[in-house]
């Protein structure tokens, strides 16, 4: 019952930090595309690199591959909630800076409805966009005078998943997820001298964006030798093309850049002062996802270790979407994971019943900027505390990566983050008998 209390007081409280969880990210790379995507499920498979495909446990919800679902017990009952932080340093060859946040992750349940059928829903960030860009020059028709180019982001898609996990034959899993992406995007770009008595032009995109797609996920799953597995994991996504309408306008302002505000505070605070010279409304703006498709496996000892490697694969070479520009490629996804609990039974010893998980992945990213493709990879680690009934944990994992490159006048970022998150697990599908 209690559980059952902290469960609805979790929703309460998520419901109110899942409105403040977009935009918490600051990467110059956001400002193409639809931002940055949470490739990594929740912190489980975070500690372990992100892995999905092929992992599939009974006490944690694994949505990354709908057909891992199916290995929660018929009579359990789990939900699902964390939060994750995030610390950046961005360096050009002459700059740096620095950026922290914290932010909702995720909210998620998954229950039995048959032996062999079993759903799980939740809410998640899907991408995120965060970036303030600046470029400084000479302006060629004014000496002494510096002309400003800059470029504010900030918005990202949101993803509310149901899932449907079938165990169709003795070693042999289906799922289904049914995504429902929506979100919104704001978009600035901006150009002012540094004098007092100039204007600013500012062309504000506030982009809106919504549609479903699906993920098929299908999983392999067999005793080897005594008491060791097998898992082999397949998941397909479908391209997606948003419904997304694109307002687009064109203001003048006053010289605000030398006061030390930016333009979405001076839009919403000081709307008397600029002048609208244009506005057109695109309700056929082109916004796409490609397909995606992911094969992984793992290996291990039941209740002792986990070792797997994920592969997935995504070709946005021919793909429409925001700031484009003709620099999409091919996008490919490395992620290896392993976990050790060094007796999850024992009495005496709580250390011995912690899940003690790293991994590591490496992604050649869809973005090429200047001729270079970016890419991003890091390490992770993560603990794993059982509370309680042992199946229900607290869950935590650390990163440390690095994304893009200093050369070709880029920016490279090192970032670390951390999450946390409780898993509650229990048995709510069992009749209660009385005397």
Known sequence: MIKRYLIITAILISTNLFSYSQSSTNSPYTRFGIGEIDRNGFNHSKAMGGLSTGLRTRNQINYMNPAAISAQDTMSFIFDIGITGISKTLESSTESSNYKGVTFDHIAMSFPIKKWWFASAGITPYSKIGYNIQQVKDFEFEEDVQQYNTYFGKGGLNQVFISNSFNLFTNFSLGINLNYLFGSIEQYDQIYLDKEDNYSTVVEDLISLKNLNYEIGFQYHNTILKDYFLVVGIVYSNKTVFNTTKESTVLMTANYNLYDVDVVEYLYNYQSNFDTISSVTDNNFKVEIPAKYSLG???GQKNKFVFGLDYSYQDWSNINSINSDNSYTT???INIGLEYTPNIF????????ISYRTGFYYNNSYLTINNKQINNYGITFGLGFPLGNQRTSLNMSYTYGKRGTTNN?????????FGINLTLYDFWFIKRKFQ
């Open 346 to 353: 024992s009495l005496r010893n709580y250390l011995k019943k």
């Open 409 to 417: 006048g880029l920016i490279e970022e090192n970032y670390s983050s």
């Open 331 to 333: 996008d490919e996804l």
């Open 297 to 299: 496996f793992t290996v």
